[in-house]
Every structure is written in C-alpha cells, then in structure tokens.
C-alpha cells in the first residue's frame, strides 16, 4: 500500500507560481511510474505530467515550458513547480503513483484568477 499526501494548492493571479507537494509513504519501493493529473468539473481527469522510472517525462502539451515535476527521494516527495499560471489551468490537481496497481492523492485545489 502506497499513502499520498498533497499540499501547496491555493488561490494565485494569472502569470503567478505554485509548487505543488506530494508525500509518499508505504510500499514506495514497488513504485515505476509517478506523475500529476488534474481534473476540471464535468471533465476527465488528464495527465499533466509523467514519469515512468528510468524513463522521461512527459508533460501535457498546454503545460510544457512552464511546468516542471521534480523528486526528493531522500523525503519521498514529487512536486509539481507550475510557473506563469493561466485561469486555465484551474483544477483540482491529483498526486498519481504506480506500482501493481495505481494510487491516488486527495486532491489539491488550484485557482487562478485575478
């Protein structure tokens, strides 16, 4: 079992940054993919970006150049650093985790707006 805890989520102006955190816990060591997805109401859930282990990262073509998803193992934590923000990019964002199966964050919730 995987546990995941976000934060960093928040009310910011268009053009503005956010980093995203995400906390793992458990059975991290079975992990082989990790990544963000947001979700908008009455949309699907997308991804915006990810990493498969000792692969590359693929981001969301609406995000590349401005968002970048980074690890600390030493702290078990991915962050998302989400830079010159639009309203567009208002979502609940979803910390995402694969091992065997996948695991899924509480959700954080990001507004941009002026």
């Known amino acids: 079992q995987v546990q995941l805890v976000e934060s960093g989520g928040g009310l910011v102006q268009p053009g503005g940054s956010l980093r995203l955190s995400c906390a793992a816990s458990g059975s991290i060591f079975s992990i082989n993919a990790m990544g963000w997805y947001r979700q908008v109401p009455g949309k699907q859930r997308e991804p915006v970006a990810v990493?498969?282990?000792?692969?590359?990262?693929n981001y969301a073509d609406s995000v590349k150049g401005r968002f970048t998803i980074s690890r600390d193992n030493a702290k078990n934590t991915v962050y998302l650093q989400m830079n010159s923000l639009k309203p567009e990019d208002t979502a609940v964002y979803y910390c995402?985790?694969?091992?065997?199966?996948?695991?899924w964050g509480q959700g954080t919730l990001v507004t941009v707006s002026p």
């Open positions: 995402w985790y694969r091992s065997n199966r996948e695991y």
């Open positions: 990493n498969v282990r000792g692969g590359s990262t």
